[in-house]
């Protein structure tokens, strides 16, 4: 059974920081794409990072700059560095897998098939 448990999110003041984690199981992490996205209350999701096998990373343009995508292969782990948090990233944060080598770097939520719950990160002073 694919699992994805996103932990870490929380109340955080505008300038602060978060680390988000996602534990992945159920799958070969290290082949898989694994990305972050987001979503907002009566917004669509959209994504915020993605890092391949090989830990390259693409960011979003509101994510460059103040978040870090990683991963740890070893601990089939997936991580999200945020800082400088601003109201504005207040969403449901969701980690993801993909399959699909060259779609996972167009950062479409149809490109990934394995999804977590998600973990609240609320920025207010």
């Known amino acids: 059974e694919v699992k994805l448990v996103e932990s870490g999110g929380g109340l955080v003041q505008p300038g602060g920081s978060l680390r988000l984690s996602c534990a992945a199981s159920g799958f070969t992490f290290s082949s898989y794409g694994m990305a972050w996205f987001r979503q907002a209350p009566g917004k669509e999701r959209e994504g915020v990072a993605v890092i391949d096998s090989y830990r390259r990373a693409q960011s979003a343009d509101s994510a460059k700059g103040r978040f870090t995508i990683s991963r740890d292969n070893a601990k089939n782990t997936l991580y999200l560095q945020m800082n400088n948090l601003k109201p504005e990233d207040t969403a449901m944060y969701y980690c993801?897998?993909?399959?699909?080598?060259?779609?996972?770097?167009?950062?479409?939520?149809?490109?990934?098939?394995?999804w977590g719950q998600g973990t609240q990160v609320t920025v207010s002073s």
């Open positions: 993801a897998a993909s399959a699909d080598r060259l779609g996972w770097w167009s950062l479409l939520p149809s490109t990934f098939g394995y």
